[in-house]
Structure formats: structure tokens, C-alpha cells
């Protein structure tokens, strides 16, 4: 193992004495903005009852070291006298002091509130180390995205947006939006055909009552007003006096809905479909990420691209705001959906050594049915746009 990673999880089991004593670190899984994953061994892990044991104390137990390849058989397995245990792998997320309290606590009683849906990982327990917490899920074996997707047939990429959309759907009934749905949040292992959805750090309760955006389609004079506003005549004002808007745009760049790059006050559990519809624009064009842009401008720039700019400008009045660009590649008419895709898999600029995944999505009999729940879900409109409810209603979904 590299040094410096066995530095790393040496200096993780001094400051948690408690999850050392219980788990066997393995390796470190992941690292993001706000965490870092490591896989371990659950020594308290009783396969007779198949679960793990909450509320056990780790008082009294052996203290375990850094590599130490104990495997304890367990008392009730010593009286019947059967074979080996088995053994138990969790996945133990040690959330970065730079998260506020806050924050930390958010995403702990969400997990917590969304324990009971096979698609979404559960809350087994948590430690607290003065500023350190750390959060223990189950481990989930899963294939890296960028592995499987341009080889992955439409039929059993059904599989993988089914299990994201009931996940999603469990969510959003208990009025909670995700926010960062994206195949590195959605641990799907294509073996299994089943995924669970992770990371629950930058997701918040649906608001019951939302601050005012014009969206919310309050009176036609409020409507209008608002919009005059914020529009400036004869081009920008050098010296804005109007207060700036300040939203949630917390997510993933390339994955949020153009309420989000809007600075909406009154976003939706819709805001997640709209990420689910990029992963599959991403699966049918063969390209990840889709939309790489650095800032909320430039993504909207990408967005009008597709849509053309009166839909886009549409969508920005709809949210109080105005959208306009001399960008000439930002057309007056949209494109399809479908014309996108086939740009993106038989355009020029494609590599040659590429072809041999250029025909996976033309040849399939059920491209048809994809397009539609892709365009249902790519809605600039979110009042428009599709729920994880009626998706897995939608023939694309339904059938499997
Ligand atoms: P962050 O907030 O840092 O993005 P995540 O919860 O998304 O943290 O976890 C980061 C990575 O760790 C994931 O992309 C995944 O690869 C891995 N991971 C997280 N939870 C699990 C789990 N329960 N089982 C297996 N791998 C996991
Ligand atoms: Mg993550």
C-alpha cells in the first residue's frame, strides 16, 4: 500500500479510537470536496441475524491495529460450531472539518429519514471526534461510470435510470431535493443491474414556503413588474442599483437545471430530474460530462445552444430575469434532442477509433421511447418537466 496512504489511515485510526476498535480500514474509495471514503471491514458485523449491530458498545472489545487480519468467530458461531463468519464491508465517509455543523447534521438526518428504500444508502451509525464526524454506510460494490457507459446496450441502461428514478422517487416524497445527482453520487453495479444512491450532503428540505420568484405565478402585475425590474433598457446599467439575487446554486456544474443557474428562490425536487435527464443525454451521445462549462453563464450559453434562444429567453422571464447573446452558435430555432445525440456520435470531429460505439443507440428498437423520456426530463420548463413519480410510469421505465 502507498505510504502515504497507510500514513492516512493510521492517523484516522488514532483519532477514532472508537470506529478502530470496530472496523478493519481497508482502502480509501473516494475523495471529494467535502469527504473522503474508506472501505472497512464491520468486526461486529453478526451474519446471523444479517444485520449490523446499532448499539453495541465497543467497550471490551479488542483493540484492533492498522492491517490486522483478525477474523473473529463469533460467539453463537463457536456454540453451534459452524464454518468461518462472513464477512461484512462498510463504507466509512469522514466528512471534512471545512462542512459547518451544520451541514454536517443536515446530511446525517436526511440519511437518517431516507434509510428505508433499497436504492438509497442507509445510515448505519455515526462518531464524532471533537470537530470530526464520520458517517457509516454499507459498501456497495459499483462499476465507475465512465467504465461501462459507452459500452452499456439502451436496454440495460434502462435498469441503471430505473433504479436512479426510484431512489429519486423515495426522495422526493419526503419533499427532499438532492441536488447533486450525477453518476459519481449513484453507485451502480451493472452486474446486479441495481444501483443506490449516495451523498446527501448538499441536499435540503423542499420548501413549504419558498421566498417569492416569479415562477410562483403570483398576480400578472407583480409578474410584470418584477421582470421590468431586473430588465435593463438599452443594454446593462453600469452602476446596478437593484439588490443581486442569491439562491441556492449548490451542485455540480454541468448538472444544474437552468432554475438553478437562475438563482430561482422556489426550486423543486424537479431540479434532480433535470440532472437525470443530462446522465442520459451523457449515455446516448457517448460523451461525459455533456456540458462542461466553468460558470453559471457559460452553462446557460450551452443550454441555449440546444434549446435555441427564444425557449431559453422564455425560461429566464419565467424566473424574473432576461437572457440575450450575440453568440452567433446560439440559434433562433432549438435542436432535437435526437439531432444533438446523432452530432454527437457521427459528427466529424469524432475519433475514428470511436466507431465501433457510434450505432449502439441508432440500432436500438426502444430509441424512440428514450427520446421522449429524455426530452420530458431536459424540460427547460420544471413546471413542465417530468417527476421521478410519473417517470417510472413512463413507457421507457415501466416495463422492466
Ligand atoms: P463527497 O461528498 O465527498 O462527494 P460521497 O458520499 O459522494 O462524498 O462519496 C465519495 C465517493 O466515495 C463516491 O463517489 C463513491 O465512489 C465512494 N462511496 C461513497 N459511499 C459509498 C458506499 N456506501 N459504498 C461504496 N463506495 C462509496
Ligand atoms: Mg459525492
Known amino acids: 500500500m502507498d505510504p502515504q496512504l497507510v500514513e492516512e489511515l493510521d492517523s484516522f485510526a488514532r483519532s477514532f479510537k472508537d470506529v478502530a476498535n470496530r472496523f478493519r480500514l481497508i482502502s480509501k474509495i473516494g475523495e471529494g470536496t467535502f469527504s473522503s471514503v474508506y472501505r472497512a471491514e464491520d468486526m461486529e458485523y453478526d451474519a446471523f441475524d444479517n444485520s449490523w449491530d446499532l448499539d453495541r458498545s465497543p467497550e471490551g472489545k479488542r483493540r484492533l491495529s492498522m492491517g490486522d487480519t483478525l477474523s473473529p468467530i463469533s460467539k453463537r458461531q463457536k456454540k453451534v460450531g459452524v464454518g468461518p463468519r462472513r464477512k461484512k464491508y462498510v463504507a466509512i465517509k469522514r466528512i471534512y472539518v471545512t462542512s459547518s455543523p451544520q451541514r454536517i447534521l443536515n446530511e446525517l438526518v436526511l440519511l437518517h429519514t431516507l434509510s428505508r428504500c433499497d436504492s438509497i444508502a442507509p445510515l448505519i451509525t455515526a462518531f464524532r471526534s471533537q470537530d470530526q464526524v464520520v458517517a457509516i454506510l454499507p459498501y456497495y460494490k459499483h462499476a465507475d461510470y465512465r467504465a461501462f457507459y459507452r459500452q452499456l446496450p439502451l436496454m440495460e441502461f434502462k435498469y441503471y435510470m430505473k433504479s436512479l428514478v426510484t431512489a429519486l422517487e423515495h426522495v422526493h416524497l419526503h419533499g427532499i431535493l438532492h441536488r447533486d445527482v450525477k453518476p459519481t453520487n449513484f453507485l451502480y ?6 444501483g443506490v444512491l449516495v451523498d446527501f450532503g448538499l441536499a435540503e428540505r423542499e420548501s413549504v414556503d419558498p421566498s417569492y420568484c416569479t415562477c410562483r405565478g403570483y398576480g400578472e402585475n407583480n409578474h410584470i413588474r418584477h421582470i421590468t425590474d431586473r430588465q435593463p433598457i438599452g443594454g446593462y446599467l453600469k452602476n446596478d442599483p437593484r439588490p443581486g439575487r442569491r439562491a441556492n446554486r449548490a451542485g455540480t456544474r454541468g448538472f444544474r ?10 426550486q423543486t425536487t424537479k431540479i434532480d430530474m433535470w440532472s437525470v435527464g443530462v446522465i442520459l443525454l451523457s449515455f446516448m451521445s457517448k460523451r461525459f460530462p455533456f456540458f462542461n462549462s466553468a460558470d453559471d453563464i457559460d ?8 434549446f435555441g434562444k427564444p425557449k431559453i429567453s422564455a425560461c429566464s422571464r419565467l424566473h424574473g430575469s432576461m ?5 452567433p452558435t446560439v440559434p433562433d430555432r432549438g435542436f432535437t434532442l435526437e439531432e444533438i445525440v446523432d452530432w454527437a456520435v457521427n459528427g466529424t470531429d469524432v475519433d475514428e477509433t470511436e466507431s465501433s460505439t457510434r450505432s449502439l443507440v441508432d440500432e436500438d428498437p426502444e430509441k424512440d421511447l428514450a427520446f421522449d423520456f429524455l426530452t420530458k426530463c431536459l424540460e427547460v420548463d420544471f413546471r413542465k418537466r417530468i417527476s421521478a413519480q410519473e417517470a417510472l410510469r413512463h413507457q421507457f421505465l415501466a416495463g422492466i
Open 323 to 327: 437572457f440575450d447573446t450575440n453568440i
Open 257 to 266: 437545471a437552468p432554475e438553478v443557474l437562475l438563482k430561482c428562490l422556489n
Open 299 to 306: 452553462a446557460m450559453i450551452e443550454i441555449a445552444s440546444i
Open 189 to 194: 453495479d451493472p452486474e446486479k443491474r441495481r
